[in-house]
């Protein structure tokens, strides 16, 4: 895939505090960088630390207190709170550590919902879902509600879910975090190759450092800082 030094992505000056009684307890301040399209980025650092706090915000689902985001020449935190979810829906696609599945629908219905939401006609999103179904390895199982399914296949629902919308950018939040380490390693293989094939942008926060190894950048959020690091400088 052909990488462009083009900044999908950037961070200027980013500050993120929390009222603590009568004082502020500030997670992270003046956090800047940026992110070329087609970039797998991992995030590290320690619980607390603020990468899922970051991620929130760099999908416009929480506003900092300080500083800007943009993705291409968009000001995420001038949108409204409608204009945010239309751009979450356009850009995103978001993989948590727990999968979020709604119990009661099947593997299709859940990986169709986004399509759902948009107002398209069923025949035409069920197609999709189970392409989709098929990208992630469970195209048998498109019938089984998510009780029926692991943990791994699972978070793959959830992973083909959040792609089917065809965003640009994938933001992936400890995805691997639930999994034990045979299934946790098939579901990152999985994520970089959709990383690859989709053409996507993607920010994955781990406590995975064999994971962030594999990430061609790395930064760590340390401090209330941000450093970039060196991914073979990562002790496994």
């Not at 992110?35 to 760099?58: C, D, P, R, Y």
């Not at 509600?145 to 978070?155: A, T, V, W």
């Not at 064999?210 to 941000?226: E, W």
């Amino acid at each position: 895939m052909h990488l462009t030094s083009e900044a999908i992505l950037r961070v200027e000056g980013l500050r993120k505090a929390f009222r603590s009684g009568k004082s502020d307890l500030v997670l992270f301040e003046n956090l800047s960088f940026q992110v070329a399209q087609g970039e797998m980025l991992a995030i590290v650092g320690e619980s607390g630390a603020g990468k899922s706090t970051l991620l929130h915000i760099l999908g416009a689902l929480d506003r900092a207190s300080q500083g800007d985001v943009y993705c291409a020449h968009l000001r995420l935190n001038s949108l409204s709170d409608d204009a945010a979810a239309e751009f979450r829906n356009r850009e995103l696609g978001f993989v948590w550590q727990f999968h979020y599945l709604l119990p009661e629908f099947t593997a299709l219905e859940n990986v169709a919902m986004p399509l759902l939401l948009q107002g398209r006609p069923w025949r035409e999103v069920q197609t999709e879902a189970l392409r989709w179904l098929g990208e992630v390895g469970l195209e048998l199982r498109a019938q089984h509600r998510s009780g029926e399914l692991s943990g791994g296949e699972q978070q793959r629902v959830a992973l083909a879910r959040a792609l089917i919308t065809q965003p640009r950018i994938l933001l992936a939040d400890e995805p691997t975090g639930d999994l034990d380490n045979r299934t946790a390693d098939s579901v990152f293989d999985l994520i970089a190759r959709l990383h690859r094939d989709c053409r996507l942008t993607s920010l994955i926060a781990t406590h995975n450092l064999g994971f962030a190894r594999r990430c061609p950048r790395v930064l760590r959020l340390q401090g209330g800082r941000v450093e970039e690091i060196a991914p073979e400088a990562l002790a496994v």
